[in-house]
């Protein structure tokens, strides 16, 4: 299978992340097929999808016929069978839970014709422990869009031991073809590239407030106006989650037993006591 021949997309997750990714890919001509388990999410990505178009337009950002090219080639369908039946691609966007992946994919294996190609967008588990949940691990990647996915260009595409050459070809090229920028690991490790660089930084900011070296608002400016970032750490934490960074972190920790990779104290105490950054209205900062 080449590139020509994916003409169906199945997104699995309507979450945030998976409804950007369907509806980025639906832009740029592929059909998309978006499924969830939940019909409440399903509902509401079906609203946000009209909405953030209609917005778009209204603001000049895109015209009109590309909003409807967007509408019309995206479905929400009603079963994950009816969404994956017949595709050629599957990217899964759901929970960050192994055993609850390895379910799905296993069950995407029965579904999904034999060629079809099976990515997830995790940026902390690495395809090959997934892929054996299939009868496909040579057509098993990780290809982790960045949030948001609508605006983001990068995609990171991991190459595990069990993937194939022409899978993370494929693959590549239809990052391109929808838009995106993707860069290739040719090894797996966790947190892939851009990850492992921002946790090393947020790794630094934390150990100069851990040690009282300097205040929150003052590493933030310093990130910003000496290393021209366009947030500091802190307010990056508190819009991707204050409570992703650490469970991140746990994981990392626990998986390689690493002191460097514990998740530092004033981070355990944020996520403990719920303050998980915008989406709970407090974090490092008030909202």
Same mark, same amino acid.
């Given at each position: 299978?080449?590139?020509?021949?994916?003409?169906?997309?199945?997104?699995?997750?309507?979450?945030?992340?998976?409804?950007?990714?369907?509806?980025?890919?639906?832009?740029?001509?592929?059909?998309?097929?978006?499924?969830?388990?939940?019909?409440?999410?399903?509902?509401?990505?079906?609203?946000?999808?009209?909405?953030?178009?209609?917005?778009?337009?209204?603001?000049?950002?895109?015209?009109?016929?590309?909003?409807?090219?967007?509408?019309?080639?995206?479905?929400? !369908?009603?079963? *994950?069978? /009816?969404?994956?039946?017949?595709?050629?691609?599957? =990217?899964?966007?759901?929970? $960050? #839970?192994?055993?609850?992946?390895?379910?799905?994919?296993?069950?995407?294996?029965?579904?999904?014709?034999?060629?079809?190609?099976?990515?997830?967008?995790?940026?902390?588990?690495?395809?090959?422990?997934?892929?054996?949940?299939?009868?496909?691990?040579?057509?098993?990647?990780?290809?982790?869009?960045?949030?948001?996915?609508?605006?983001?260009?990068?995609?990171?595409?991991?190459?595990?031991p069990h993937t194939s050459q022409d899978t993370v070809g494929?693959?590549?090229?239809?990052?391109?073809?929808?838009?995106?920028?993707?860069?290739?690991?040719?090894?797996?490790?966790?947190?892939?590239?851009?990850?492992?660089?921002?946790?090393?930084?947020?790794?630094? !900011?934390?150990? *100069?407030? /851990?040690?009282?070296?300097?205040?929150?608002?003052? =590493?933030?400016?310093?990130? $910003? #106006?000496?290393?021209?970032?366009?947030?500091?750490?802190?307010?990056?934490?508190?819009?991707?989650?204050?409570?992703?960074?650490?469970?991140?972190?746990?994981?990392?920790?626990?998986?390689?037993?690493?002191?460097?990779?514990?998740?530092?104290?004033?981070?355990?105490?944020?996520?403990?006591?719920?303050?998980?950054?915008?989406?709970?209205?407090?974090?490092?900062?008030?909202?």
């Open positions: 299978m080449n590139i020509d021949d994916v003409n169906k997309v199945c997104v699995v997750g309507a979450g945030a992340m998976g409804r950007q990714i369907a509806l980025n890919t639906a832009l740029y001509g592929f059909k998309v097929s978006l499924a969830d388990v939940s019909a409440d999410m399903m509902n509401d990505a079906k609203t946000w999808a009209k909405d953030y178009l209609d917005g778009r337009v209204a603001k000049g950002k895109m015209t009109k016929a590309k909003a409807e090219t967007g509408l019309n080639n995206l479905e929400f !369908a009603p079963s *994950l069978e /009816e969404a994956a039946k017949d595709a050629q691609v599957v =990217i899964e966007a759901i929970i $960050e #839970k192994l055993d609850i992946k390895r379910e799905l994919f296993a069950e995407l294996d029965n579904i999904c014709p034999l060629e079809t190609i099976m990515a997830s967008n995790s940026s902390t588990i690495v395809s090959s422990k997934i892929a054996d949940a299939t009868k496909r691990s040579d057509k098993v990647c990780n290809m982790h869009y960045f949030n948001p996915a609508l605006v983001m260009e990068l995609v990171e595409v991991v190459k595990g494929l693959i590549m090229e239809f990052a391109r073809r929808t838009n995106k920028v993707p860069i290739l690991l040719e090894k797996e490790i966790s947190g892939f590239v851009v990850n492992r660089i921002l946790g090393a930084v947020h790794r630094e !900011a934390l150990f *100069l407030l /851990e040690n009282g070296i300097a205040s929150i608002e003052d =590493i933030d400016i310093g990130a $910003e #106006k000496g290393l021209r970032f366009p947030m500091g750490p802190f307010r990056l934490m508190d819009f991707t989650g204050i409570d992703v960074s650490y469970l991140v972190r746990k994981q990392r920790y626990e998986e390689s037993g690493d002191p460097n990779e514990k998740p530092a104290k004033v981070l355990e105490e944020k996520y403990l006591t719920g303050e998980y950054g915008r989406k709970t209205g407090k974090g490092w900062y008030d909202y």
